[in-house]
């Protein structure tokens, strides 16, 4: 699949502060692409530059092999939610959208369509000023969604929003990338990432730490283990060892072992004659990869040694294998 947003050593400073640092990277149709990174990785500032709200200090940043200001009809190309509250509070949720559908082109009845489609319908005649956060978020994603583009962008969407809101957006966002559109979203919620996004970006400060699927990323990290379970536990747990494995015991008595994968575990029980009950390849979670990808990028940090982090990492992927 051809990129449809792409980034060329991009790079963003204010003052000082380098925001964005030479980043590079391609996001594709089809799949639901996550953008993360610790606060202050510079995610809001690369997607602002992606819209044309900042302008790159170097390297650039296309749409369709576009800038976005070059773009011939930019509301029916990209749609995007960067701050759901930004709203004129005086304006009712339609009125809001009929004068984004005038400016930008799109037809009167596209209105109705997006508010029926994020559930405000029965509120389209109240002021947007007075809507919860998580009902700006609907009307901001209503405000996206207005001229039926091919690339949408989300930063932070689920913030506000109640379970129910939160299955929405997810299954809103998988649908989109199943019609082919290219869905381009930050968030802070790894557990969210994990059940939504197919790929993910990783930033930190500023400049891109990983790229990869949900599975790869996972797999990678250092929290992936096997789950081996044997009546002679103590027996296997020096086989491996003398094999090379890296061998911690869990609490019920199961071995947690990195360094050896399920099938090497497998034939060496056989080899040395050890019953073997289970053996489970356990990814780590999102949170976990991410906590160890991130740990030296983190711009504001705790006076927590950075072990604590690791340990933190390691405790939810051992969660995860039980």
Known sequence: MDSVIKADELSKRFGDTQAVDSLSFEVRPGVVTGFLGPNGAGKSTTMRM?????RPTGGSVTVHGKSYSDLPAPIQEVGSVLDAKAVQSGLTAHAHLSWMA????VPPRR???????VGLTEVAGKRAGGFSLGMSQRLGIAGALLG???????????NGLDPEGIQWVRTLMRDLAREGRTVFVSSHLMNEMEETADHVLVIGRGTLIAEASIGELTQRSSHAHVRVVSPDAAGLNEV??????????????ELL???????????????????????????????????????????????????????????????GSR
């Open 148 to 158: 039926d583009p091919r690339v949408l962008l989300f930063d932070e969407p689920v």
């Open 111 to 117: 209105v109705d369509e997006v508010l029926e489609q």
């Open 257 to 319: 072992v990195t360094e050896l994968d399920s099938a090497r575990i497998g034939d060496l029980a056989l080899e040395h004659r050890i019953g073997v009950h289970e053996l489970t390849p356990v990814r780590a979670s999102l949170e976990a990869a991410f906590l160890e990808l991130t740990a030296d990028a983190a711009q504001f940090s705790s006076t927590v040694d950075l072990s604590a982090a690791a340990e933190t990492a390691r405790a939810l992927a051992d969660e």
């Open 240 to 253: 491996l060892a003398r094999e090379g494995g890296v061998v911690r015991t869990g609490e019920a008595g």
């Open 50 to 54: 992606i819209l044309g709200l900042d």
């Open 102 to 105: 005038k400016a930008g082109g």
